[in-house]
């Protein structure tokens, strides 16, 4: 398999620093402010642990510290698939400092955190996945704010490339080549410049990092516009919230029909997205006036990856797409499921979101880390009852 390896092009260029517009210094000075780790050529590297920059921007690390991208070389799914692979494939995007920086840096182990993100500086996204650049030859900061001075930390410099949807392409974009095929493996950045939001200039940032009015540093002036740093984080409200779900029952002699739409409203993206191995389940389950199952069925939307010989399989030892049935931006599902159910009862609908599709997860022991998004139930009444063969609509919620 040819592997799209994301390449980090370290900037070790010392002695231009005048093109980022620092107020003062010398190159030496700033050295002794600021933490520094040596590459092996001796040239300083400025790179710090997020904890480092928490000190003044202590609300922006928490944020952080909740996300993925703050736990993106440490979760149970990353290691056990990382092991199965050549890691350096995988560490270019989860790791990115990790590369740079010599084995006892405190800087290493932190995955995505702040200086992944803000020495980017201006980079041109790839299909093949990566290829941004860190500016880690000094110690500027490039972020969104075009009135923020220096500190005597680091130095700043504005990039309109903060706001824009191809400075998440950088990581949210890989799609591999195997001999003279395509195998699709992140592919929000393509999903999101197909879709509505896309076209209408919603980009990443204005759904997952939220504005807020806040102070952006210990000491500096309150402002608005200021985005919130844990990109939804696994949070069952912002995932649901990209999803209408309607659905309805209508009792029939011996079993219970339901339909229901699932229609992707509020993603700029397919749903599900991200990690091929990603699920949303619907999932109705028919049970009598004693509370116990009767029958029950699933529907499950995602992208199946195939190896070989067909069978599915991790995306990284995966050569063809053997299903997609992921729903598109503004795409309604239509379901209909007929379980059966001969007395009356009461018919329970949840939507659900899968980390890992339980054949994979079985094949890695991982759990499929399942979260319920919205859930609802309705009585089955029969015929012979006082509504016999009423259609009822299922009132569905927003799961806790
Ligand atoms: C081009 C950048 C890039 C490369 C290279 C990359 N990943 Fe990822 N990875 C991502 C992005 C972006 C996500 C977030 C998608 C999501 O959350 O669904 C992610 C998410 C994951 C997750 C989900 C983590 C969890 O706990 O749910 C796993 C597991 C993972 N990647 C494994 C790997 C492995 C193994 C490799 C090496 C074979 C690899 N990745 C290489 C960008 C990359
Ligand atoms: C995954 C990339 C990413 C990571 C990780 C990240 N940031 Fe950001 N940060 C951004 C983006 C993108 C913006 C601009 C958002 C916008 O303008 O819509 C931003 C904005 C900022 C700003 C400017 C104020 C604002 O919100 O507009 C500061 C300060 C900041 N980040 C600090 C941090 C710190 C400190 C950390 C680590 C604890 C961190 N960032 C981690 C991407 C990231
Ligand atoms: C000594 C305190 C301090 C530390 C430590 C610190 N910062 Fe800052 N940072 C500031 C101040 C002050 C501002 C400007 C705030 C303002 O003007 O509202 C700022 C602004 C920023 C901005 C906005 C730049 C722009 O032009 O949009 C980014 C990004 C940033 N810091 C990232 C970091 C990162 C990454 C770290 C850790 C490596 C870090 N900071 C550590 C004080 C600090
Ligand atoms: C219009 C709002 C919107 C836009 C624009 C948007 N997203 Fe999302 N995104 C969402 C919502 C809502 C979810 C939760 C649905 C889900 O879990 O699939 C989500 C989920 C995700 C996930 C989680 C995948 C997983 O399940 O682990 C990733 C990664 C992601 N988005 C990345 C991006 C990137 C990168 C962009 C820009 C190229 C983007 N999004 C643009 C709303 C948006
Ligand atoms: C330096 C690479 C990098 C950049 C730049 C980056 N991401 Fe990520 N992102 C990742 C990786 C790696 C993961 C997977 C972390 C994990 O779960 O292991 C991830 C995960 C995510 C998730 C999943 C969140 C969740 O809770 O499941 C979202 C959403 C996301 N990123 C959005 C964004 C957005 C929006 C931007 C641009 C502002 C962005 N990312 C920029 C590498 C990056």
Redesign the pocket.
Known sequence: MSWARATIVVALVTGCHGARGRDGGDAGALASMADTSTSEAGTALFANPASRCGECHGAFEGQWRRS?HGHSQTTPAYLAMRDHTDAARCDGCHAPLDRLLPADDPARGDGVNCDACHTLGETTPRRSGGGFTLHVDDMTKFGPLCDAKNNYFHKVQCSSFYGQ?EM??S???MVERIGSDELPV?T??????S?R??AIG???????MPEESTAVAVGARRRGGVAHHD??A?NPR??????TVHASIEARPATVLVKASVR?E??????????PE?R?VLRVTALDASGRKIDGAERSYGRVLVDGTGEPAPFYAATRIGADTRIM?DETRDESIELSLPTAGELRLEVV?Q?IAPTIANKLSLPTGEVI?LHGASKVDKPGSRHPGAVATIPLEVAP
Request: net charge negative.
């Open positions: 993925a949807s998440c392409a990581c949210h974009w992140f929000e950045y393509e999903e999101w410049q879709s939001q896309g919603i980009s990443c940032q204005d759904c997952h990109f939804g696994d912002f995932r649901s919230s990209a999803l992707n509020n993603a700029g993206h397919d749903v599900p997205t991200g990690l990603r949303l931006p979101w980390a998004l």
